[in-house]
């Protein structure tokens, strides 16, 4: 059982390492030959926060607002906070399971 | 140096003798020295920035920075992170002697991240975490750059910064869908990557289950950093988090647009799918953007919400943490008294930041000042992640990385959790950008 158990986790780093190195070899490969930028935008996923992207007034806003369910504010906001309070709960009552 | 970012009881004399308080008293002084520069234009408070180089235009890094800038820079950052010092009675002097090298490394991290290529890919975090760990893999970090060494004190001051950055009045900005795709799937992932983490891979370091987890669900590396501290979590915890964000989102950013046009996907689906996935911004809006002008917008939305629920989330996680984490199973259930001695008080200052700027600021001075503020912040904010960085490189080996691997575990726990993301984001953008429940939304672009 516990030979087995064993080989179980040798194989189980074994694949870690394969699948983690085969994602280093392509990322190294995106890198290396600029996949996926748009010319003309100075950004990629160095930019991690959405105000860390050059010109990100121009990208985040304008007049680019969709108001479905906006114009009722206390049940938008309300669903937000209701919603998070729920998963909350949730993931406490999962905690305090032994 | 305690290996764990935060706090501990609390008593009135913490406000001026705790880090904690300290880190909120510190970004509040940048933040009115920033909107003093800014209103009276009586004087410059702009970090020092490091131009993009390796371009036709700046060819060598030797163009790339301004000498006297950084010394400005370094001289205000040293002063600002003195003045806490003082109060919470620290060797001052040595702090000095050590800090221009701490800078010096930021500086070396943000230079190497500023390569025309590197910058677009992996940027400053990446390079500051390389540079710590080759010093203290190799030369070993010297005894006399210790007092320097404060990831927690300019992580929670970074924090704070950012907090202005989290403008909770954007969450309206895609209605009712946004808050569906960003919100209802967020927590949801939290939940299940904590049960997989926890219970399944019976992970030992929660904190790390916690971070990998809003890494992945919300908007990797920034998430990260806010998870980590709000949840007490190990330098190496957020190390991990970090890297396999990085790594993936590269690929993500490539592969999730081929995807969806592959299969004809509609653009608006895909761009909210790619939005809520995806975790670094930059990666978001270009994966976006390759669906075309209507994808990239809805991408950039989503992911704008999901940025701005950090704030929510850390400060969820700070409760969590403090009320069931840290409890003994079998002990008595913790009162609010005890939960305010456990909870990371400058949470309150990043939290406090995001409500000031929310409700206060924007609408007294107008969106696009409020953004040329936190354009001055901004440039604090990423000086203060940056030597956060390279502090947690120089506090880490690869010796005790390697024991953290276990088995490979934050791997799968990432594989598994942001698979089941990706499956949940699909189904519940596809319900509510497709007119199945709501109209579909027309967005001009």
């Known amino acids: 059982m516990g030979s ?29 030959n600029n996949i996926g930028l748009i010319e003309g935008l100075d950004f990629g996923p160095g930019q991690y926060y959405y105000t860390d992207l050059p010109g990100w007034e121009e990208i985040f806003f304008g007049e680019k607002s969709i108001t479905l369910g906006t114009k009722q504010p206390f049940l938008f906001f309300g669903l937000f906070f209701l919603w998070g309070y729920a998963c909350f709960k949730f993931i406490s009552w999962m905690e305090s399971k032994k | 140096m305690s290996d764990v970012v935060t706090a501990s009881k609390f008593k009135w004399s913490d406000l001026i003798k705790k880090e904690d308080w300290w880190a909120i008293w510190l970004g509040l ?3 009115i020295i920033a909107a003093i520069s800014k209103s009276t234009g009586a004087f410059k408070f702009n970090a020092s920035k490091i131009a993009t180089w390796g371009t036709e235009k700046v060819p060598s890094f030797l163009g790339s920075f301004d000498i006297a800038s950084l010394l400005i820079t370094m001289v205000v950052l040293t002063a600002l992170f003195s003045i806490g010092l003082v109060f919470m009675g620290e060797n001052v002097p040595k702090f000095a002697i050590a800090f221009p090298v701490i800078f010096l490394l930021a500086t070396i991290a943000y230079i190497l991240g500023a390569q025309a290529t590197m910058k677009k890919y992996v940027e400053y975090a990446f390079w500051a975490l390389a540079v710590g760990l080759l010093v203290s893999n190799t030369v070993k970090t010297p005894d006399w750059l210790k007092p320097a060494v404060k990831t927690e004190y300019y992580i929670k001051t970074g924090l704070v910064l950012m907090g202005a950055e989290v403008l909770f009045s954007n969450v309206v900005k895609f209605g009712i869908y946004g808050l569906g795709i960003a919100w209802f799937v967020t927590p949801i992932v939290i939940i299940f990557m904590w049960h997989y983490g926890t219970k399944i891979l019976k992970m030992t370091s929660k904190p790390m289950v916690i971070v990998i987890a809003t890494a992945t669900s919300v908007c990797g590396v920034s998430a990260a950093i806010a998870a980590a501290a709000a949840s007490k979590a190990k330098k190496d915890d957020l190390t991990f988090a970090i890297g396999l964000s990085l790594i993936f989102t590269v690929l993500m950013m490539v592969g999730m647009p081929i995807f969806i046009k592959a299969i004809g996907m509609d653009p608006m689906v895909g761009g909210a799918w790619i939005g809520g996935t995806v975790d670094a911004t930059g990666a978001v809006v270009l994966a976006g953007e390759a669906l075309g002008p209507l994808g990239g917008q809805v991408a950039a939305l989503v992911k704008m919400i999901q940025n701005v629920l950090i704030g929510v989330i850390a400060f969820a996680i700070a409760v969590f943490f403090a009320t069931k984490v840290e409890k003994d199973v079998d002990g008595p259930s913790v009162g609010a008294d005890e939960i ?6 400058f949470i309150l200052g990043f939290i406090g930041a995001s409500l000031i700027f929310s409700f206060i600021v924007e609408p007294a001075i107008g969106a696009k000042e409020t953004k040329t503020l936190l354009g001055l912040t901004g440039g604090w904010k990423g000086w203060c992640f940056c030597m956060a960085f390279v502090c947690i490189g120089l506090e880490s080996n690869f010796k005790e990385m390697a024991e953290l691997v276990q088995g490979g575990k934050p791997l799968w726990l990432y594989i598994v959790g942001q698979s089941f993301n990706l499956v949940l984001t699909l189904l519940v953008a596809w319900l509510l950008l497709s007119g199945v429940i709501f109209p579909i939304p027309v967005l001009t672009v």
């Open chain 1, 4 to 32: 087995q158990k064993f080989l179980t986790t040798r194989r189980l780093n074994i694949l870690s390492i394969l699948v983690l190195a085969s994602v280093l070899i392509v990322a190294i490969y995106i890198m290396r």
């Open chain 2, 29 to 31: 002084i940048v933040i």
């Open chain 2, 340 to 345: 305010w001695h456990r909870f990371p008080k």
